[in-house]
């Protein structure tokens, strides 16, 4: 007659049980055994599910209830760990415990191996079968948020980097060319040509790009104050809203006291702040289209006598070429329209209830956002830095092992 070998409870998921408050506390101070391993951790990243791992322990356990549970921020979502539950597997201890987006579990009592660690995750993902219809009760209870690209954030970022370009070159270089009588002469002036060349790569893509962008950021800021305080009738008919969004900017902007809430009173198209917004939209398509105006984009007149080009007055060639195209850079031009856009901004923020406008200057700074369907309501769902922990962890998808 032979005996089998008891199956460690660690595998055996439907023996795990929850301890009681004493039993946590005799958890902290349980003493270390002489010859018995303290214990091993690994990190899921890829074969658990935080989710799946989450709604099983819900299932069965009740709402987390381990210790950093108790430590982390109450309303929040600016933590390390989220959730965890401390479970007894016989003479074996589980801690489970939910980071951003992955499962940490450590099991106290035994040192697993690498097979262990698979045949620990198979035990469990085999009681999810068995527990299919409880887990599916704790999700029906769950929030369900889509994340999405804050596309104003994004480009007001873009936006940004140029404009910080722009400002530190606003200062207008020296183009005189100094002396050259000497060798050292020669060599400041290669310096100095060298210096206001790669200058002039900086600033020209910096200011066509930012004057190209700006527009395209008063657009996003105006599609987002709709979004954000769109009346309910254009939550509840796409069509509706589509044609709005689609509607030229000035219809847009005019319209945003009857199409959205909050507001405390129109655009007044005779205001400063308007009429600067609407220049800088009126340059759009010829920005964008590359129209050529000889008046307004000539930099310089040249006579010619048939093939000889005679300039009205003398300078160093080189020299006088990048300073020229100074005026095509237009930084002074370019940085009071990306400004002016923004004076807009506050200005519309103004018309706004202060709660509305709270809310909206909020959601301005996020990359993503949150969106729930079901109740149709944004929401930011996470700080705008991201936390993990860097320790010498093992992680699932690094062991040398075959998972099915």
Avoid at 239 to 261: A, E, G, N, S, W
Wanted: charged residues 30%; glycine residues 6%.
């Amino acid at each position: 007659m032979t005996t089998e070998t008891p199956l460690p409870m660690i595998f055996d998921p439907i023996n795990w049980e929850k301890p009681t408050p004493k039993g946590m506390l005799d958890f902290m101070d349980r003493p270390k055994t002489p010859g018995r391993p303290e214990g091993s951790m690994l990190v899921f990243r890829k074969q658990l599910s935080p989710l799946s791992v989450y709604k099983y322990l819900v299932a069965r356990f009740g709402p987390p209830y381990g210790f950093q549970t108790m430590a982390k921020k109450a309303g929040d979502s600016d933590n390390l760990f989220h959730w965890d539950y401390l479970l007894k597997a016989g003479e074996c201890w589980i801690c489970i415990q939910g980071g951003n987006r992955d499962v940490h579990v450590g099991i106290f009592g035994k040192k697993m191996s690498s097979k262990d660690w698979v045949r620990f995750t198979k035990t469990l993902k085999g009681d999810f079968r068995r527990c299919g219809s409880d887990m599916a009760a704790v999700g029906s209870t769950l929030e369900k948020w889509n994340i999405v690209s804050n596309r104003f954030a994004m480009i007001a970022d873009t936006c940004a980097g140029f404009h910080d370009v722009l400002t530190d070159e606003q200062e207008t270089p020296d183009f005189a060319p100094g002396k050259r009588s000497s060798a050292a002469g020669i060599k400041r002036y290669h310096r100095k040509v060298e210096q206001i060349g790669k200058r002039a790569d900086r600033v020209f893509s910096a200011s066509l790009s930012l004057d190209l962008v700006t527009p395209v950021l008063a657009e996003a800021f105006v599609n987002l104050v709709i979004f954000m305080a769109r009346k309910d009738e254009l939550k509840r008919n796409a069509r509706q809203y589509d044609h709005y969004i689609r509607q030229p900017i000035d219809t847009r902007v005019f319209d945003l006291h009857l199409k959205c809430d909050h507001f405390t009173a129109g655009v007044d198209p005779g205001s400063t702040e308007y009429r600067a917004f609407k220049r800088v939209m009126d340059r759009r398509n010829h920005n964008l289209h590359g129209n050529v105006d000889p008046g307004k984009d000539a930099i310089e007149t040249v006579y010619f006598d048939k093939f000889t080009p005679l300039y009205e007055a003398g300078a160093d060639p080189i020299l006088e070429l990048f300073k020229k195209k100074e005026a095509v850079f237009d930084i002074g031009g370019v940085l009071a329209r990306y400004h002016d856009v923004h004076t807009f901004f506050f200005y519309v923020l103004g018309l706004l209830k202060e709660k509305s406008r709270s809310e909206i200057e909020m959601m301005m700074e996020q990359s993503t956002f949150g969106y729930d369907v079901s109740r149709d309501r944004p929401g930011v769902l996470f700080p705008s830095h991201e936390v993990m922990m860097l320790l010498p962890l093992k992680y699932d998808d690094e062991l040398k092992v075959e998972w099915r």
